[in-house]
């Protein structure tokens, strides 16, 4: 992806005000989602990664707000059927590791010497279940993810998910352009530590 087009940015700016937790910013957000004209696959993508990123009060308080909208649910691939457990395996190792590319298999190691159930949790709910549905492209996805975690000042994570933007197919001025409209929501000093960090990743 080279340019930030206007539906991405509304994601995005969503994304990052549900990380918030403000309510009337969310609203402000799903009210700019509706009129930039962003599929609702798109949105309700959004709101099942956002339990992974932001957790569980935060993404229902969002949907609750969305289906006031009129919205219906979108559809999408079955996430209820555990039956395909290894399927979901699958897909969330291929795509955990074409996120992290070079740090997959450290990444690994570190999670599952916090917890075996974390690093299984991991790949198969988060990366395989939620993560790898098709409703929403990756590089989507991980733009996304870097506003929620930018503005939760998750700094270790932000370090991944920075670099697995740029993994998915974000170009650097793409990155640049997300970080630049969620630095209204950051205080000076994690704007100038997120820049810092953004440097070193990009370097």
């Known amino acids: 992806m080279n340019r930030l087009d206007e539906r991405t940015k509304a994601l995005v700016?969503?994304?990052?005000?549900?990380?918030?937790?403000?309510?009337?910013?969310?609203?402000?957000?799903?009210?700019?989602?509706?009129?930039?004209?962003?599929?609702?696959?798109?949105?309700?993508?959004?709101l099942l990664q956002s339990v992974?990123?932001?957790?569980?009060?935060?993404?229902?308080?969002?949907?609750?707000?969305?289906?006031?909208?009129?919205?219906?649910?979108?559809?999408?691939?079955?996430?209820?059927?555990?039956?395909?457990?290894?399927?979901?395996?699958?897909?969330?190792?291929?795509i955990c590791r074409e996120?992290?590319?070079?740090?997959?298999?450290?990444?690994?190691?570190?999670?599952?010497?916090?917890?075996?159930?974390l690093e299984a949790a991991m790949l198969v709910e988060g990366y395989g279940r939620i993560l790898g549905r098709p409703g929403l492209d990756l590089c989507r996805r991980e733009l996304c993810t870097v506003g929620q975690i930018a503005v939760q000042g998750a700094r270790h994570q932000l370090r991944s998910h920075l670099q697995?933007?740029?993994?998915?197919?974000?170009?650097?001025?793409?990155?640049?352009?997300?970080l630049e409209l969620i630095g209204p929501l950051l205080a000076p000093e994690a704007r100038e530590d997120i820049r810092l960090l953004w440097e070193r990743v990009r370097a």
Not at 25 to 43: K, L, M, P, Q, T
Not at 99 to 117: E, F, K, S
């Open 52 to 94: 992974l990123i932001t957790g569980w009060p935060r993404a229902l308080t969002a949907a609750r707000l969305w289906r006031q909208r009129g919205a219906p649910v979108a559809g999408g691939e079955d996430a209820t059927d555990y039956a395909r457990y290894e399927l979901w395996k699958a897909r969330g190792e291929a």
């Open 99 to 117: 996120v992290y590319g070079a740090t997959y298999q450290a990444l690994r190691r570190n999670i599952r010497a916090l917890h075996p159930a």
């Open 164 to 178: 697995g933007a740029l993994n998915a197919g974000a170009s650097p001025e793409v990155v640049e352009e997300v």
């Open 13 to 46: 700016s969503l994304a990052a005000r549900i990380a918030e937790g403000s309510e009337p910013s969310i609203e402000r957000a799903v009210d700019a989602i509706i009129s930039a004209g962003v599929e609702s696959a798109w949105v309700d993508e959004l």
